[in-house]
C-alpha cells in the first residue's frame, strides 16, 4: 500500500499509529486532463469540500493517521456506491449491474451530470471506457487504500475509529455527525464527539441533514470494532464562497478542530486500555 500516488491520493502517518483514521474524499484539486468538462471552473471549486484537508492536517502530529483524495468530487465521487450511475449519461450500454439511486437521477451520482442551479457539467454524453477508467484508475485505489489502513489499524488493535471528513453549505448547522443512525459507529463515541463540539460553542446536529453515504455502509460495523462516523464542516465557519477564499475565523475553526482531533486521540487511547484490560 502506497503513501502517495500522484493525482489520485496521499496518506500521512504519525510514528506511533493509534486506531484512529480520517479521510478527506472530497477536498480533492488536481483536476485530471481528460475531464473536459464545459461548466465554469469556478462552480466546479465551489463543489470541492474547500480546504478540508488542511484542516485536518495536524492528525498525524495526534497520532491519528489522515488519508487525502487528490482529484476533485466531480470527477469522481468514493462516497458513492460503484453501481449508482445515471444509463442517461451514457453513451452506450454499462456491461455490468447499474442500480442508479436519487442522487444520480439528480446528477449527483458516482458521476457528477449537474452542479447547483442546475448547470450541466458536460455537454456530451460519457463512454464506458471513460467511467470505467475513473473507476478503476481513481475510485478503486481510494478505497483499496482506506479498506487497508481500516484493515491494519483494527488487525493491531483489535478496534478502529474512522472519521471521514466533508463540508457543507452555510445554510446548515455548524456540524453535523452522522453515524448512518447508530449503524456505523458505538454510540458512546458519536454522542462524547458531539458534546465536546458543543462545549466549544457549535451547534451540532446529528444524522440530520447528513447521515452518512457509501463510504460509513461499507466500513461502519460497530459489532465488529469497526466504528466510521461522517463530520460536515459548515463552510460559513471558514470559507467565503463569493470570493472562493478562507474568511479570518478560518485559523479559530482549525484551532478548534485541532483540539477535537486531540480529543478523538485521548478517547480512542482510553478505550482501547480499557478493552485490552477487560481482554
Known amino acids: ?24 474524499p472530497h477536498s480533492g484539486r488536481d483536476y485530471p ?19 478540508v484537508d488542511e484542516l485536518f492536517e495536524n492528525v498525524p502530529a495526534a497520532g491519528g493517521t489522515l488519508l487525502t483524495a487528490l482529484f476533485p468530487r466531480t470527477y469522481i465521487d468514493v462516497n458513492r ?11 452506450g450500454t454499462w456491461p455490468d449491474a447499474v442500480r442508479p439511486t436519487a442522487r444520480s437521477r439528480a446528477g449527483t451520482g458516482l458521476i457528477r451530470r449537474k452542479l447547483r442551479m442546475h448547470t450541466p457539467v458536460y455537454d456530451r454524453k460519457l463512454s464506458i471506457k471513460d467511467i470505467k477508467q475513473r473507476i478503476d484508475n481513481f475510485y478503486k485505489p481510494y478505497h483499496d487504500t482506506l479498506a487497508g489502513l481500516l484493515a491494519e489499524a483494527h488487525s493491531a488493535h483489535g478496534q478502529v475509529w474512522h472519521i471521514n471528513c466533508h463540508s457543507m453549505p452555510a445554510t446548515q448547522p455548524d456540524f453535523c455527525i452522522g453515524d448512518y443512525d447508530g449503524r456505523s459507529c458505538d454510540r458512546d463515541f458519536t454522542y462524547d464527539l458531539r458534546d465536546f463540539l458543543k462545549n466549544l460553542g457549535y451547534n451540532v446536529a446529528l444524522n440530520h441533514p447528513y447521515k452518512g453515504v457509501e463510504i460509513l455502509r461499507r466500513y461502519g460495523a460497530p459489532a465488529q470494532g469497526r466504528h466510521s ?20 475565523n478560518y485559523n479559530e475553526l482549525k484551532e478548534n478542530l485541532e483540539k477535537m482531533v486531540s480529543f478523538c486521540a485521548a478517547w480512542v487511547t482510553d478505550r482501547n486500555a480499557i478493552d485490552l484490560a477487560a481482554d
Open 33 to 51: 486532463d481528460d475531464f473536459n468538462y464545459v461548466c465554469p471552473f469556478e462552480m466546479l471549486q465551489k463543489a470541492e469540500d474547500n480546504y
Open 81 to 91: 456506491a460503484a453501481t449508482d450511475i445515471d444509463p442517461d449519461m451514457l453513451d
Open 229 to 248: 462516523i461522517q463530520m460536515e464542516i459548515s463552510k460559513a465557519l471558514y470559507w467565503n464562497s463569493e470570493s472562493g477564499k478562507k474568511m479570518k
Open 1 to 24: 500500500m502506497k503513501d502517495y500516488v500522484a493525482g489520485i491520493y496521499r496518506v500521512e502517518r504519525p510514528e506511533a499509529p493509534l486506531p484512529l483514521i480520517f479521510d478527506s
